[in-house]
């Protein structure tokens, strides 16, 4: 009876040991045999798609139009934000606070170049007597023109819908 149970035993670890990775292999590659179907039935129902596609385009006539980018000028950058209405009213309050002796000026700190294309405009205190006092930062697009006001809390520019909200919000 003792020789008759280890036969079992060995029957049993041998099981383990063929028959359970025969079945694991055998039920990977069923898998992966209805995984490869289904992604050749997509790529082809997508060949499908382009070539309608492409057969309902074909009596259009394609036009190529040549878009001209205008990129502003250093002038243009800086008048666009000096006519801003925040800037303006700002101008006007320095101005009327200091009974006139104090100016606010704006000047282009830095033009386009590669790797930034933004004009970087400054607007400040222009006080005779003191240091220049920044009052705000912003970049404007070259080409088209967009203006982004810097965000001194966060260090970074946003839009100037964002950057009026801000102000609102602080005040």
Known sequence: ??????????????????????M?????GIAGKMAMTQVAKNQSDKQLAKTQLVAALEPVSVINIAQNTKNIDEKTA?????????VQRKAKEI???????????????????????YYTVR???????????TIYWFRVFQETGVIEALDVVENRYVSLDEWRDQIRRRN
């Open 24 to 28: 694991t292999v055998l039920f990977v």
């Open 95 to 117: 101005e009327q606070l200091s009974k006139r002796t104090i100016k606010v000026s704006a000047i282009v700190e830095s033009v386009p170049n590669p790797n930034n294309p």
């Open 78 to 86: 800086l008048n666009l934000v000096w006519k801003l209405p925040l």
């Open 1 to 22: 009876m003792v020789i008759s149970l280890v036969s079992i035993l060995k029957f049993k670890c041998m099981k383990r040991i063929i028959l359970y990775p025969l």
């Open 123 to 133: 607007v400040f205190e222009d006080d005779p007597n003191n240091y220049n006092f």
